[in-house]
């Protein structure tokens, strides 16, 4: 559960369109995949999750999307808002702790 | 906000130095895992406590150290401070039942920089 691989590395989007952010990972045996936002300076704030018996899960305008097959998953946001800026991290479980993307760095142009 | 605080918010020590950073963890909460988070970087794991006891390790050197207290709280020792060892030392609390992976709600950081 170590190699959990994030793209891209930053991503500029227009205000009002989406944004897709997407992590692939090793271990098939991870059951539990969440994705954090840390404002500069401020603690990781969970955003979403997901566990391996769905396919995908949604909330307002965020959604995350499992394939365990292919073992990835992706964050998608909707008509995105400048308060979205910020960077976001996937996270795959491990035995007893989180093993962490290297982030995406999105920044939303009013 | 989490519930999770962490003191002090930021620290400056030297070389060679030593630091204890502290975590409250959130109410209801018996696990406590610490993370350093490098500049532009991810969080990297430390160790976890569980019940008062080290409930897995990461790949830090022995001189990271820590530990828990019947309320829960924790506190992470570092050693012989190294330049390297500057980062954002965050802490995340869950409620670990029956060994499935829960929510971890992070504390706001403790920025250290070692001169």
């Known amino acids: 559960g170590e190699n959990v691989e994030q793209h891209p590395s930053t991503l500029s989007v227009q205000e009002g369109d989406s944004a897709v952010i997407k992590c692939t990972y090793s271990?098939?045996?991870?059951?539990?995949f969440p994705w954090y936002k840390q404002e500069l300076g401020k603690r990781p704030q969970l955003i979403i999750d997901?566990?391996?018996?769905?396919g995908e899960k949604k909330d307002q305008r965020i959604a995350v999307t499992l394939n365990k097959t292919a073992k990835h998953f992706s964050l998608h946001i909707t008509e995105t808002q400048p308060e979205d800026s910020a960077v976001y991290f996937c996270a795959e479980e491990g035995a007893n702790n989180l093993f962490f993307g290297t982030g995406t760095r999105l920044t939303v142009i009013p | 906000e989490t519930g999770v605080t962490q003191s002090p918010t930021h620290l400056i020590k030297t070389r060679g130095q030593q630091v204890t950073l502290r975590c409250s963890s959130q109410s209801g909460h018996n696990t406590v895992s610490w993370y350093q988070q490098a500049l532009g970087q991810g969080p990297q794991f430390i160790f976890q406590y569980y019940r008062e006891e080290e409930n897995g390790r990461g790949n830090f050197p022995p001189r990271f150290s820590g530990l828990q207290f019947p309320n829960y709280s924790s506190e992470l020792n570092v050693n012989a401070l190294e330049l390297d060892d500057s980062a954002l030392y965050l802490c995340?609390?869950?409620?670990?039942?029956?060994?499935?992976?829960?929510?971890?709600?992070f504390g706001p950081g403790t920025r250290l920089l070692v001169l």
């Open positions: 997901i566990r391996s018996n769905v």
């Open positions: 995340a609390s869950s409620l670990a039942a029956g060994g499935l992976q829960e929510t971890q709600y």
């Open positions: 271990d098939s045996a991870s059951n539990y």
